[in-house]
């Protein structure tokens, strides 16, 4: 089982920036996957970014070149570096690991963009 807590979601204007933390459990280098979702009220939950075990990096079209997912396998943690925050990017910010198949889900961290 991996458990996984989320931290640095805030309040910020619009070009603004911050920075999400996942911390998981267990070693992500024995995780498949992992990756950061987002969810409206009302909304299906949609994907922000993924990473693989190798690296592999994969964005959402609409954070392309302002989002960066990253890993720190020594922490156990994956960052995602959010640039040029839009009120459209206002949020709960989920962090997902994909483990033998078996997903898991951290419990949300809010991102709110608003002058």
């Known amino acids: 089982q991996v458990q996984l807590v989320e931290s640095g979601g805030d309040l910020v204007q619009p070009g603004g920036s911050l920075r999400l933390s996942c911390a998981a459990s267990?070693?992500?280098?024995?995780?498949?996957?992992m990756g950061w979702f987002r969810q409206d009220p009302g909304k299906q939950r949609s994907l922000v970014a993924t990473?693989?075990?190798?690296?592999?990096?994969n964005y959402a079209d609409s954070v392309k070149g302002r989002f960066t997912i990253s890993r720190d396998t020594a922490k156990n943690t994956v960052y995602l570096q959010m640039n040029s925050l839009k009120p459209e990017d206002t949020a709960v910010y989920f962090c997902?690991?994909?483990?033998?198949?078996?997903?898991?889900w951290g419990q949300g961290t809010q991102v709110t963009v608003s002058s």
């Open positions: 990473i693989t075990s190798l690296g592999i990096t």
């Open positions: 267990s070693s992500i280098s024995t995780i498949n996957t």
């Open positions: 997902k690991a994909v483990k033998l198949w078996i997903a898991y």
